[in-house]
């Protein structure tokens, strides 16, 4: 499997960016709905099915998470 560099890029960044976000002392839920969707987007561009959907549920739950209050 050959993908483009700066997709995986992409793809890192909005993970460590999410994560940073999620253990902050004090995280925004709007902050963390926009990072997990940045995160979704990045695994969308690499064009794998099977990433794309593991992804995709991991965004679901932080989303949900986050809607219910774990994130201030």
């Given at each position: 499997m050959d993908f483009d560099q700066q997709?995986?890029?992409?793809l890192l960044e909005?993970?460590?960016a999410?994560?940073?976000e999620a253990e902050g002392p004090a995280?925004?839920?709007?902050?963390?709905?926009?990072?997990?969707?940045r995160l979704k987007a990045a695994a969308a561009s690499i064009g794998i099915p099977a990433l794309s959907s593991a992804v995709g549920g991991?965004?679901?739950?932080?989303?949900?998470?986050a809607i219910g209050?774990?994130?201030g």
């Open positions: 997709a995986k890029t992409d909005a993970v460590e999410l994560r940073v995280p925004d839920t709007g902050a963390v709905v926009k990072k997990a969707g991991a965004v679901e739950a932080f989303t949900s998470l209050g774990a994130f």
